[in-house]
Every structure is written in structure tokens, then in C-alpha cells.
């Protein structure tokens, strides 16, 4: 395990200076048409606390977030002591893994033909009931294992970039009504409720464990075997369908939010035709006042 988590980390080290470097070259930095004013933060937090779509966002990525970390945190044991499986491991994650970015593509298609929130609540179901799957796999079967992993993980390309699509919309919404752009808060805001969830999610599995008395580094009980199946399925199942059902209420759809980049596309293209209008005359006034 310290071998295996060395090797993760290496590889992160590894990979940031490559990605940050493709981000900062590849993705352009928009002028700002107009300076965007200084907002206290009392205003912004009241602002955020207010926003009915926001707090449902919330709520269903910290369900997500929730249950990604209870998996995630139980992973190497349940594939040690359930599957019976420990030197296939890191195997059995990349196919988690690999299964979640390649099914982007197909959450974005899902997403166009329907709707942001119907395909992110779907993606939240669909990873609900795939966990049951998980009951059905034997002991020493690695295709199995694979396999269920790869359905499982079909869900979560959608948890993330699709919370941070609807974010997009719900801070346009935000910027109509208030006049200035909050998208920085928005998405630090989003940012840290996954955060909370990735740390409430290992804290309720390993409490359930320590009180049932499971012990990864002891052989094995038949009870021991039960409580971490029961545990790495049974809670992240009820915060997906929680987080699912709480997304599917989710009120600004494509038409309104279609309606709200019009409002603004008109708002600050009128912004710009004034600093336009407005800059000739300060020119020539500038020139008056030279020539006098």
C-alpha cells in the first residue's frame, strides 16, 4: 500500500507541470469588457445563501462528493478482503477511472438531447443502482470485478464537468440580476462543498466500520466481509438517489438560461457602444484643451 500510494503521488507530481502548461497555452483569458467592481464578502455569502438554485446544486454535489469518497476510501479494502482480489488493485481502479473519462463524450451528447440537470440527475441514479451490481461479482473473479467497476464508473463523468456546466448557468443568472459577474465565488463555493463531502464521506464509512469492528489489517470475517460490503454500497447508494432526486428539481433549464445570455449579450454589448460613444469626445476635448 505505501509502495502503491508513492507511486499515485509521483504521478501527480508528475502530471501538474504537464497539464498546468497545456491549460495556461490553450485556453484563452477574455478581456473583460467592463472592470468588475470590488463585492464585500457579507454581500456575496448573503447573495449565495439566497440563490435557490445554487443551494440545490449544492446539495447534490456534496451528496455526490459524499458518496465518491466512501467508495473511493474503501476501494482497496473491499477489493482485498470482498473480491478477494489484492493484486489486482490498482487494475480495478484504472477501470473505474478509464470507464469515468471515457464516458464524457456520451454525458455531453446526453446533455445536448436533454438537459444539463435530467442528465446529471439520470448520471446519479444510474450510480445508485449499478452499486448493487457490486453484490453479484465473486469472490476471485477479476473480469467481474472489472466489469462492475467499468458500469460504476460510467456515472461519474458526468460529476465532473456537469455540476460546473449548470454553475456556469446559475452565475449568469446571478450576474443578470445583480450586475456584476460572481463566477469566481460560485465555483469557490462549489469547490469547497465537494471538499466538505470528500471529508464526510471516509468519516461516516470508517466510524460504521470501527464500530462494527472490521479490521484491515487482520484476516477477514465473515462479519467483518459483510459490514464493508454493506458499507461501501449502502450509504453512497442513498446519497446518490438524495443527490439525484434533488437535482432533477433544478429550475433553470436551457430555455431560461438562453433567455438570461441574451439579457446579456445585450447589456454588455450596450456597455461597450457607450465607452465607445464616450471616448471620441474625451479625445477631442483632450485635443481642445491642447490647442488652447
Same mark, same amino acid.
Given at each position: ?18 497539464? #498546468?502548461?497545456?491549460? #495556461? ?58 473480491? $478477494? ?74 460529476? +465532473? ?8 448557468? +446559475? ?10 459577474? /460572481? ?6 463555493? !462549489? ?16 466510524? +460504521? ?15 467483518? $466481509? ?5 458499507? #461501501?454500497?449502502?450509504?453512497?447508494? !442513498? #446519497? ?11 429550475? !433553470? ?7 438570461? /445570455? $441574451? ?30
Amino acid at each position: 500500500s505505501v509502495e502503491r500510494a508513492s507511486a499515485m503521488g509521483l504521478e501527480i507530481v508528475l502530471a501538474l507541470p504537464l497539464t #498546468f502548461g497545456v491549460a #495556461f497555452l490553450t485556453v484563452p483569458d477574455p478581456t473583460p469588457t467592463r472592470p468588475a467592481p470590488l463585492i464585500p464578502i457579507r454581500e456575496s455569502l448573503t447573495a449565495l445563501a439566497h440563490d435557490p438554485h445554487l443551494r440545490r446544486l449544492l446539495a447534490a454535489e456534496f451528496c455526490l462528493a459524499s458518496a465518491l469518497a466512501i467508495t473511493g476510501s474503501l476501494y482497496v479494502w473491499f477489493a482485498e478482503d470482498v473480491w $478477494q482480489l489484492p493484486d489486482n488493485t490498482s487494475l480495478i481502479l484504472l477501470t473505474y477511472f478509464g470507464a469515468a473519462v471515457i464516458s464524457m463524450p456520451l454525458w455531453v451528447r446526453l446533455a445536448e438531447r436533454a438537459e444539463k440537470h435530467r442528465a446529471f440527475s439520470f448520471a446519479l441514479f444510474y450510480g445508485a443502482t449499478t452499486l448493487a451490481l457490486y453484490l453479484i461479482v465473486p469472490s476471485n473473479s477479476l473480469i467481474g470485478a472489472m466489469a462492475g467497476s467499468f458500469l460504476y464508473g460510467l456515472a461519474f463523468g458526468a460529476g +465532473i464537468f456537469l455540476a460546473r456546466a449548470m454553475l456556469a448557468d +446559475i452565475a449568469d443568472a446571478d450576474a443578470l440580476e445583480h450586475g456584476t459577474p /460572481r463566477m469566481g465565488i460560485y465555483f469557490s463555493t !462549489l469547490t469547497l462543498t465537494a471538499k466538505v463531502g470528500g471529508a464526510m464521506g471516509p468519516f461516516i464509512a470508517y466510524n +460504521i466500520l470501527g464500530w462494527a469492528g472490521y479490521d484491515p489489517n487482520a484476516a477477514v470475517t465473515p462479519s467483518g $466481509q459483510a459490514w464493508l460490503m454493506a458499507t #461501501f454500497i449502502v450509504p453512497p447508494a !442513498l #446519497f446518490l438517489l438524495v443527490g439525484g432526486l434533488i437535482a432533477r428539481k433544478h429550475k !433553470l433549464t436551457r430555455a431560461v438560461h438562453d433567455e438570461i /445570455r $441574451q439579457q446579456l449579450e445585450a447589456r454588455d454589448g450596450a456597455d461597450t457602444s457607450r465607452v465607445t460613444d464616450h471616448e471620441p469626445a474625451i479625445d477631442g476635448d483632450r485635443h481642445a484643451g491642447d490647442i488652447a
